[in-house]
Nanobody
Framework: QVRPVESGGGLVQAGGSLRLSCAAS????????MGWYRQAPGKQRELVAS??????NYADSVKGRFTISRDNAKNMVYLQMNSLKPEDTAVYYC????????????????WGQGTQVTVSS
């Protein structure tokens, strides 16, 4: 019932920037964490960045270049990507850890469909 939808992907040249957005809609009681994952051809899906109410976490490969942020009032999470490199090329997925209603004792993970980011050299 929680439906994350990504936007903002596209084709950019190396050194350029993109800003990804993810909007979580549907029945949401609370969001515990939001994150961005990516999967490149031939590779496993990996965590790029995540954010909770008190902390952020980044993959070493993007630290200093990417910034994750969230808007709690709008149930949105963003990923500002600067100094993009060809190796950043991947499908980027939004993940939302949320409780759908007040009776849910546990949070569940919800995935978006992904948005393609392609960085040309």
């Amino acid at each position: 019932q929680v439906r994350p939808v990504e936007s903002g992907g596209g084709l950019v040249q190396a050194g350029g920037s993109l800003r990804l957005s993810c909007a979580a809609s549907g029945s949401i009681f609370s969001i515990d964490a939001m994150g961005w994952y990516r999967q490149a051809p031939g590779k496993q899906r990996e965590l790029v960045a995540s954010i909770t109410s008190g902390s952020t976490n980044y993959a070493d490969s993007v630290k200093g270049r990417f910034t994750i942020s969230r808007d709690n009032a709008k149930n949105m999470v963003y990923l500002q990507m600067n100094s993009l490199k060809p190796e950043d090329t991947a499908v980027y997925y939004c993940n939302v850890g949320a409780r759908p209603n007040s009776r849910s004792r546990d949070a569940y993970n919800y995935w978006g469909q992904g948005t393609q980011v392609t960085v040309s050299s």
